[in-house]
C-alpha cells in the first residue's frame, strides 16, 4: 500500500527566534569572520535536521512572517505593539536563513499583510484531504489547527524533543475542542501579542466557561447563569471580547499560492555544503559530519 504523503509545516519564525534566544542570553553569536552572526541560523537548522530525522515528511515547506504589520495591527492598534524591535544580531539573519533553506531544497512561503500562521493554517487545511500534515512550532496558538489529519509537534527544551498534539489528546488534556482554545483566547486574552481579552478572566476560568457553554455566542445568551462577577467584567469588556475572538483565530482564508509538487523533499545538494562553507556554519557541518548526511551529498 503506497504511503500517504506527510507534509511538514514549520514555523520558521518561531524556530528562528528560540534558536537565537538560546545562545544570545550567554551573548553566543558565532559571529564569522565577516562579522555575520549565525547563531539563530545554525539553531534554526539544528532544529530541521532532527526534525527530518524524528518525522521523516515525504514533503517540507517553511513559513515566515512577512514584515511586523498584519490585517490584525489594522483591526487593533496595540496588537503585538507590546513587543520590542528584533535585536540588532537577528536583523541580517532574517534574510540568510532564508538564503540557507532554498540552497537547501526546500521552499520559503509567506505573504505580507499576514503572519505565518496564517500561511500554515492556509496550507494545513488545504492540504488535508490529500496529505497528512504535521506543523512544527513553538507556538500553543496552533493548536487550534488540530484534527483528524493535521497534528502540532510543540518544542520543548533542547533539539529533537516535542510534545505531539493530536485532536484527542488535545480534548483528553484540556476538556474542550481546538475550535473552542480560540474562544478561550479571546476569553483570557494574549500578553504575548497585546490583547487583553475580558480582564480579570483567565485560563482556568475561561477553560471553565467553554466546557459549560461550548461557544462564546452561547455564553452570551446564558449571561444570567454567571456568576455577578463574571457577568460584570463580561458586560464592561464585551467589545473587547468580540475583537480579541476575531484577532485569536488563524485565518485559513489567506490567497497563498501553494503546489505540494514543489515541496518534495529532495536529495541534499551541493550548493548547500558551499553556503555552508560560505558563511561558515560550523555547526550545521558538524551536525553533518556526525550523520551520513555528508557521504551522500558526495555521492550525489
Known amino acids: 500500500m503506497e504511503r500517504k ?15 537565537f534566544f538560546a545562545t544570545a542570553v550567554t551573548g553566543q553569536f558565532m559571529k564569522n569572520s565577516k562579522g555575520i552572526p549565525t547563531n539563530a541560523i545554525q539553531g534554526f537548522m539544528r ?15 517553511i513559513c515566515w512572517d512577512m514584515g511586523s504589520k ?32 532554498e540552497a537547501f531544497s526546500l521552499t520559503n512561503h509567506g505573504l505580507v499583510g499576514y503572519e505565518a500562521d496564517d500561511c ?10 490529500d496529505t497528512k500534515v504535521t506543523v512544527l512550532t513553538g507556538d500553543r496558538d496552533l493548536l487550534q489547527l488540530l484534527d483528524d489529519n493535521i497534528e502540532v509537534r510543540i518544542l520543548q527544551k533542547g533539539f529533537g524533543n516535542y510534545k505531539t498534539y493530536t485532536e484527542a489528546l488535545f480534548v483528553e488534556e484540556l476538556g474542550i475542542t ?12 494574549d500578553t504575548s ?8 478572566i483567565g485560563e482556568k476560568t475561561a477553560i471553565k466557561l ?11 445568551l446564558n449571561m ?36 505540494l509538487e514543489s515541496t518534495i523533499r529532495m536529495q541534499i545538494p551541493r550548493t548547500f555544503l558551499e553556503i555552508i562553507e560560505e558563511l561558515e556554519l560550523k555547526t550545521i557541518r558538524r551536525h553533518l559530519l556526525q550523520t551520513n548526511w555528508i557521504e551522500q551529498m558526495e555521492l550525489a
Open 5 to 19: 504523503p506527510n507534509l511538514l509545516l514549520v514555523d520558521g519564525m518561531a524556530l528562528l527566534f528560540r534558536s
Open 47 to 61: 532544529h530541521l535536521f532532527y526534525s527530518l530525522e524524528n518525522i521523516d515528511p515525504s514533503h517540507l515547506a
Open 70 to 101: 498584519t490585517f490584525r495591527n489594522d483591526m487593533f492598534a496595540g496588537y503585538k505593539a507590546n513587543r520590542s524591535a528584533p535585536p540588532e544580531e537577528l536583523i541580517p539573519q532574517f534574510d540568510l536563513v532564508k538564503e540557507v533553506v
Open 120 to 129: 500554515i493554517g492556509t496550507i494545513a487545511k488545504k492540504m488535508k484531504e
Open 178 to 189: 481546538p475550535k473552542q482554545f480560540i474562544d478561550v483566547k479571546a476569553l483570557m486574552g
Open 193 to 200: 501579542d497585546g490583547y487583553p481579552g475580558v480582564r480579570g
Open 210 to 220: 467553554m466546557k459549560e457553554y461550548g461557544t462564546i455566542e452561547e455564553l452570551l
Open 224 to 259: 444570567e447563569k454567571l456568576t455577578p462577577g463574571q457577568r460584570k467584567k463580561i458586560e464592561e469588556d464585551l467589545d473587547m471580547l468580540h475583537l480579541s475572538r476575531k484577532l485569536a483565530e488563524i485565518n485559513c482564508e489567506v490567497p497563498i499560492s501553494f503546489n
